[in-house]
């Protein structure tokens, strides 16, 4: 495989970035920059890292894959070698560990001045716990976000890693990474971004924030408008035990969810709290009667906003999302395209993610114009694998 700079489809075709490995949501911002066209070159340690790499691990898809050992000086001179002509690099490590091995922000902006040089952590750069370890559930329980999600009252249900990781984190350091690449543009100077998944997720939550101090919102699961606590807004299984999402808010959807339900005519007001409990039941009891897709084949397309709960294998032949191409199978692979969407400069996916840690070294780093690539392999700064 060969590499030649600039051939991204997306707008940000032309800008150059250097990604230390990590896991989580760093590699997720940088396939989103690699998607929308960026040149990203993905630095690993040899041998890569657990819970990622391989031919399979989207994360890493449209970038190669460099790895060079980061605790030998000619290596940390690489990095500063790629540095001086990138417009941004993005590391997750502790905070501080960027400086110990000698690409700091000061090191990194003393070779080139304009350079944005992101950071995703879980705390942040600072604060009592910014040297603690932990993971996406930790940053988001200290928030006050984890505490609503679910619709078990008994306890909390932590949604994966998609609200901490990748909500609150790489969302938001790539939104980062970007105002402060617009703004380098005018001062000529970059900035260090740093992103905390613990603030990122704090401001996805605003509207709960919000509702808080309008002081209409309970402390609870399952007792508001969007978390269960309505009939109308909640999940329900069917005959062959799949389930339908429900979202029948406005007026006018919640009265034709319930023509097409069949239920118009018995229902209970919606509005008498005290009826609450029947009219879930009265729904509950009629979804069960029928199959997943018998209810599909009722509600498919109109506005009673119900739509199958599907799984991820099942997504992409979904008509609403197989008529967008929402996924599409590349090198073997079925996966999301890249978003959003652009009508000028439309994005395409291009590399598939590396086989291992260090599979594209030699053609990478000569691409990005690294002189003696060969010597740093001879002399172990720099490790090359077969493919």
Not at 320 to 328: A, D, L, N, P, T
Not at 358 to 382: C, I, M, Y
Request: proline share 6%.
């Amino acid at each position: 495989m060969t590499f030649a700079l600039g051939q991204g489809t997306g707008p940000l075709k032309g800008l150059k970035v250097v990604e230390i490995a990590g896991i989580g949501p760093s590699p997720h911002a940088c396939m989103i920059l690699a998607d929308l066209g960026a040149d990203v070159i993905r630095v690993e340690r040899p041998g890569g890292q657990m819970l990622t790499g391989g031919s399979h691990d989207l994360l890493n898809r449209g970038r190669p894959s460099v790895a060079l050992d980061l605790k030998n000086p000619e290596a940390v001179s690489t990095v500063l070698d790629l540095v001086e002509q990138a417009d941004v690099l993005v590391e997750g490590m502790r905070p501080g560990v960027a400086e110990r091995l000698g690409f700091g922000p000061e090191d990194c902006h003393a070779r080139n001045p304009r350079l944005v040089y992101g950071r995703m952590t879980g705390w942040g750069q600072d604060g009592p716990w910014s040297q603690a370890a932990g993971h996406d559930m930790n940053y988001i329980a200290i928030t006050g976000t984890l505490h609503g999600l679910g619709q078990v009252k008994e306890k909390p249900q932590f949604p994966t890693n998609l609200v901490g990781d990748f909500g609150g984190g790489s969302t938001y350091l790539v939104i980062g990474i970007l105002a402060a690449v617009l703004e380098a543009k005018t001062s000529g100077q970059g900035q260090v971004v740093d992103a905390a998944i613990v603030d990122g997720t704090a401001h996805l939550n605003a509207m709960t924030a919000a509702f808080l101090a309008g002081g209409g919102f309970k402390e609870e699961r399952a007792a508001n408008l969007l978390d269960g606590g309505a009939p109308y807004y909640d999940i329900y299984e069917t005959a062959d035990g799949e389930h339908m999402s429900v979202g029948a808010l406005e007026p006018q959807f919640y009265d034709l969810f319930l023509t097409l339900l069949g239920i118009a005519d018995t229902a209970p007001d919606r509005w008498d709290l005290e009826k609450t409990d029947e009219l879930r039941t009265l729904i509950a009891t009629t979804f069960a009667t029928k199959t997943r897709d018998e209810w599909c084949a009722i509600f498919d397309g109109t506005d009673a906003c119900v739509a199958p709960i599907l799984k991820i294998s099942e997504a992409p032949e979904h008509p609403h999302i197989k008529g967008r191409e929402v996924f599409v199978e590349h090198e073997g692979i079925v996966q999301p395209q890249p978003a959003p969407r652009f009508s000028r400069t439309g994005a395409t996916l291009s590399h598939p993610p590396a086989p291992g840690a260090g599979a594209h070294t030699r053609e990478a780093l000569e691409a990005w114009g690294v002189e003696d690539v060969d010597g740093l392999v001879e002399r172990g700064a720099a490790v090359q694998i077969t493919e």
